[in-house]
């Protein structure tokens, strides 16, 4: 008895042809045709199918060959999912340390602004200017060589996963497409030209 998937209609559902889909899991043609006629594989090519299509592993079935089989997909299925709920509380952990950075530096630039002599204000100015751009570049180096790749590794199951997008399918204002660039030039060049237009340039 073969499994009666659901693959088919969820890929028609996203738009995507059968070539697409293998493109998008690494896998070939033949095996996503196997797939969806309702032969069994590895859990780990039918996570890359759930990944591809945005659906948990046990989503692409209707009905399984054997109990055996299901209990399986199902515990994989709480597993990744519990995964998942765990790495996004250490993500948010990791942006809320970017904020308290971006706050720390806004309250030094206060204290930097109160300072009376125009000399030292300008040396501080510029330690200021320096060390807010060296915590950017520090904090997004570390982010992508070792923050991400520590999460992946504790958390396998997630690896393929995109964390981007709400559950309603909306894009995050921060991860828009548009936004970010406008976020990026803000803090990596507004705000800096701004304490060199002040503190070496004394235009304000």
Same mark, same amino acid.
């Given at each position: 008895?073969?499994? +009666? &998937?659901?693959?088919? =209609?969820?890929? +028609?559902?996203?738009?995507?042809?059968?070539?697409?889909? !293998?493109?998008? &899991?690494?896998?070939?043609?033949?095996?996503?045709?196997?797939?969806?006629?309702?032969? =069994?594989?590895?859990?780990? &090519?039918?996570? $890359?199918?759930?990944?591809?299509?945005?659906?948990?592993?046990?989503?692409?079935?209707?009905?399984?060959?054997?109990?055996?089989?299901?209990?399986?997909?199902?515990?994989?299925?709480?597993?990744?999912?519990?995964?998942?709920?765990?790495?996004?509380?250490?993500?948010?952990?990791?942006?809320?340390?970017? /904020?308290? *950075?971006?706050? *720390?530096?806004?309250?030094? !630039? %206060?204290? %930097?602004?109160?300072?009376?002599?125009? *000399?030292?204000?300008? %040396?501080?100015? %510029?330690?200021?200017?320096?060390?807010?751009?060296?915590?950017?570049?520090?904090?997004?180096?570390?982010?992508? $060589? @070792? @923050?991400?790749?520590?999460?992946?590794?504790?958390?396998?199951? &997630?690896?393929?996963? $995109?964390?981007?997008?709400?559950?309603?399918?909306?894009?995050? @204002?921060?991860?828009?497409?548009?936004?970010?660039?406008?976020?990026? /030039? *803000? @803090?990596?060049?507004? /705000?800096?030209?701004?304490? /060199?237009?002040?503190?070496?340039?004394?235009?304000?």
């Amino acid at each position: 008895m073969k499994n +009666k &998937t659901l693959i088919s =209609d969820l890929r +028609k559902q996203k738009g995507l042809t059968q070539e697409k889909l !293998a493109e998008l &899991t690494g896998l070939n043609v033949r095996t996503i045709q196997r797939l969806e006629s309702g032969e =069994d594989a590895s859990l780990e &090519t039918l996570r $890359s199918i759930a990944v591809a299509l945005d659906v948990e592993v046990i989503e692409l079935f209707e009905s399984v060959s054997s109990k055996e089989r299901m209990d399986e997909i199902e515990s994989f299925s709480v597993e990744q999912r519990l995964q998942a709920t765990q790495r996004k509380a250490e993500q948010k952990f990791y942006s809320v340390f970017n /904020i308290g *950075f971006l706050c *720390f530096m806004i309250l030094l !630039a %206060v204290f %930097v602004n109160l300072i009376k002599s125009d *000399f030292y204000q300008e %040396v501080f100015g %510029v330690l200021w200017l320096s060390f807010f751009l060296l915590g950017i570049f520090l904090l997004k180096y570390l982010r992508l $060589s @070792w @923050w991400e790749i520590r999460l992946i590794k504790k958390y396998p199951l &997630t690896s393929d996963i $995109s964390f981007d997008k709400k559950k309603n399918g909306k894009v995050l @204002w921060w991860n828009d497409q548009h936004a970010r660039p406008i976020m990026l /030039i *803000f @803090w990596g060049a507004i /705000i800096p030209a701004i304490f /060199i237009l002040k503190y070496a340039l004394h235009l304000f």
